[in-house]
């Protein structure tokens, strides 16, 4: 038996309907597979803040280098800023263990209509910069509230970050159709672009068999409405990635299916797995929630633990549990969460 020692962070909102649901899956899964999760919950999240004054306690990050992974739900309630909810939970893990690659796949799902317009599948995966850009930690708020306020935040880019997100998304082109397009915005305006552009074309040059090319970012959002079945990997900085990946998740269906990736390439870190979306305050203690981005994130930790078949038996019952019409509301369907993970186990077929 293979086992996996997991901490789970089902934080805020519907983060506590999604998680459940998608353990119940992982759970039958690894039972077909040999595989044991020794899931380790941490009730760590916005009412933890208000007992402790803190997202997490002080060796949080301590307690989670100890396991193999990490599986997020999301955190961000409508009563606390967010910017202490995410800087004291989600944005120090990602920097504390490296995960500077978000992986974060879109496709067409069975049964998923698209909002947009019918068109050709959609098989896209965004590698979004996870560590520096925009959302650095240069900067801050003077003269608060006065009329004199002034609110700064530097851009950081260094050569090494972006040329190992390159390099990530040009090999994962390399192994899938060979294109890859790289999110930017260098004409003129935005002085960091440029070097992005520098850097990826470095990168590139060890790449003969991928296509490449670099559309403004802008342009692009409007192209992946109108387009998203001509895309394969996109690259793309920390803000450029986040908008991008709801944008096309949306056109896929709904960012309620998008699933993500938070990798530490080398291994040394655990990474993190967690949806797209957050924590959905305007339908969370409902039950309506959609799990199949939680689940899913959950496969591409089957994934990154070693475990392909298992991780492709759960996307196959995912995507068969869709096909059949058990679908949240997001998604033009009347199941509920529960259900959901439900009818994603029964697809799995016998143990
Ligand atoms: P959101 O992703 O939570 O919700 C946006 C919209 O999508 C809402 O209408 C919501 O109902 C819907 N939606 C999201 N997930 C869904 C699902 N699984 N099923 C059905 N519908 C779904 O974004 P928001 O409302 O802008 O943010 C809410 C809070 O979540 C904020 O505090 C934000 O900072 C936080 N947030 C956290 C994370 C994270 O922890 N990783 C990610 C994004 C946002
Ligand atoms: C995401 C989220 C986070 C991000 C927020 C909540 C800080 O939107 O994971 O996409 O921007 O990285
Ligand atoms: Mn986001």
Redo the contacts with the bound molecule.
Sequence with gaps: TARHRIAVIAGDGIGQEVVPAAVRCLDAVAERHDIAFDWHHLDWGSDHYRAHGRMMPVDGLDILAGHDAIFLGAV?VPDIPDVHT?WGL??PIRRAFAQYINLRPVRTLPGVPSPVFSRDPIDLVIVRENNEGEYSEVGGRVYQGSADEIAIQESVFTRRGVERVARYAAALAAGRRGHLTSATKSNGIVHTMPFWDEVVRDVLADFPDVTARQELVDALAASLVLHPERYDVIVASNLFG?IL?DLAGAVAGSIGCAPSANLNPPGEHPSMFEP?H?SAPDIAGQGIANPIGQIWSGAMMLDALGHAAAAAQLITAFEAALASGTRTRDIGGTATTAEVAAAVVAHLGPS
């Design positions: 961000g995410l989600l944005i986040d990946s797209v957050g």
